[in-house]
């Protein structure tokens, strides 16, 4: 039987072999490390801030900065360079309701594949416009009791409507019986018209006498809110409602169209106080109306003072 001592005292070489192994790997590790670093070129990390990014993005790469977008329909399956077998390089907008879906089916189909269809609701009524086969494709949205301006100043920024070269902004109760898209678009460009709309019938009910289509020119100076056009460039100024030159503004008298003078958004209004609903929402056309000018009024009494000119009309000493 071997004494406990002797059996002890054969077990500190083992333990010091094993305490040296350690020690060994660790240096062998420590320097291998080392040896694989320095053979890989030195990665300098520093923070990205480009100023020339869209705000909010000066802190990604360039090259990664995708500012602008549109409302061609992708597919949920397939590859995606495959999706768009089309580029529509025109776009229009309805602001609607579902009355007047007849009348629109019919201005709809004056469009060529080139136009994208984009219908904004204000009834909010929209799966019935799937009896047209068109609408399947269109882009709708629906949002209760507003105004086309209201939809516009929302859903076109310039940088979603960037890929189409005119935007048409139209009410719904226009007859197009006398209306080419195509031939429009040519006019247009052959003027170099940034803001336009065609000739109204001169006897076709309300209509401005400014407005009106005459029948010796192509077209004339002039336009209204009621079934604009704007050049991609001219609807980046305007949705920041800074005023483009006139000399690019008119009436295209070759294409013309008729107002058919339907109060149907009128009569989304309210009855209050024994007037009918078209009463109210006039009233707050007026209203509206008033606090632009005010606005437009402070606005230019504000610049001018920043610049140390005093305002025209200006009471100021």
Same mark, same amino acid.
């Given at each position: 039987?071997?004494?406990?001592?002797?059996? +002890? *005292?054969?077990?500190?070489?083992?333990?010091?072999?094993? @305490?040296? /192994?350690? $020690?060994?790997?660790? #240096?062998?590790?420590?320097?291998?490390?080392?040896?694989?670093?320095?053979?890989?070129?030195?990665?300098?990390?520093?923070?990205?801030?480009?100023?020339?990014?869209?705000?909010?993005?000066?802190?990604?790469?360039?090259?990664?900065?995708?500012?602008?977008?549109?409302?061609?329909?992708?597919?949920?399956?397939?590859?995606?360079?495959?999706?768009?077998?089309?580029?529509?390089?025109?776009?229009?907008?309805?602001?609607?309701?579902?009355?007047?879906?007849?009348?629109?089916?019919?201005?709809?189909?004056?469009?060529?594949?080139?136009?994208?269809?984009?219908?904004?609701?204000?009834? +909010? *009524?929209?799966?019935?416009?799937?009896?047209?086969?068109? @609408?399947? /494709?269109? $882009?709708?949205?629906? #949002?209760?009791?507003?105004?086309?301006?209201?939809?516009?100043?929302?859903?076109?920024?310039?940088?979603?409507?960037?890929?189409?070269?005119?935007?048409?902004?139209?009410?719904?109760?226009?007859?197009?019986?006398?209306?080419?898209?195509?031939?429009?678009?040519?006019?247009?460009?052959?003027?170099?018209?940034?803001?336009?709309?065609?000739?109204?019938?001169?006897?076709?009910?309300?209509?401005?006498?400014?407005?009106?289509?005459?029948?010796?020119?192509?077209?004339?100076?002039?336009?209204?809110?009621?079934?604009?056009?704007?050049?991609?460039?001219?609807?980046?100024?305007?949705?920041?409602?800074?005023?483009?030159?006139?000399?690019?503004?008119g009436v295209v008298d070759a294409q013309w169209i008729v107002h058919q003078v339907v109060p149907s958004?009128?009569?989304?209004?309210?009855?209050?106080?024994?007037?009918?609903?078209?009463?109210?929402?006039?009233?707050?056309?007026?209203?509206?109306?008033?606090?632009?000018?005010?606005?437009?009024?402070?606005?230019?009494?504000?610049?001018?003072?920043?610049?140390?000119?005093?305002?025209?009309?200006?009471?100021?000493?």
């Open positions: 039987m071997a004494k406990p001592g002797i059996g +002890g *005292r054969g077990t500190l070489p083992r333990k010091s072999n094993e @305490s040296m /192994r350690i $020690i060994i790997s660790t #240096v062998i590790g420590v320097v291998f490390g080392y040896l694989i670093g320095i053979s890989f070129p030195t990665v300098s990390i520093t923070k990205i801030y480009v100023p020339t990014n869209p705000k909010g993005a000066e802190r990604l790469p360039p090259e990664i900065v995708v500012p602008e977008s549109d409302f061609y329909l992708r597919r949920l399956w397939g590859n995606p360079d495959e999706d768009l077998t089309i580029r529509q390089k025109y776009l229009v907008t309805f602001t609607v309701g579902y009355d007047q879906k007849n009348n629109i089916n019919a201005a709809v189909k004056k469009f060529s594949e080139d136009f994208t269809i984009l219908l904004f609701h204000y009834d +909010g *009524r929209t799966s019935e416009w799937d009896e047209f086969e068109w @609408s399947k /494709r269109a $882009i709708h949205v629906s #949002v209760r009791k507003q105004t086309k301006w209201w939809y516009a100043k929302r859903f076109l920024h310039p940088d979603i409507v960037a890929r189409y070269e005119y935007i048409f902004i139209w009410d719904e109760d226009l007859g197009v019986e006398h209306f080419n898209a195509e031939e429009y678009i040519k006019l247009v460009k052959k003027h170099g018209l940034e803001i336009s709309q065609p000739g109204l019938e001169p006897n076709s009910g309300l209509t401005w006498q400014m407005t009106k289509r005459r029948g010796d020119r192509e077209v004339h100076k002039f336009v209204e809110i009621m079934a604009t056009v704007f050049s991609r460039d001219a609807w980046r100024c305007v949705w920041h409602m800074i005023q483009p030159a006139h000399e690019k503004i958004l009128g009569n989304q209004g309210q009855a209050e106080n024994g007037r009918a609903p078209w009463e109210g929402v006039r009233e707050r056309c007026r209203k509206e109306w008033g606090l632009f000018q005010t606005r437009l009024a402070e606005a230019e009494k504000a610049y001018y003072i920043s610049k140390g000119i005093t305002p025209p009309n200006s009471t100021l000493v």
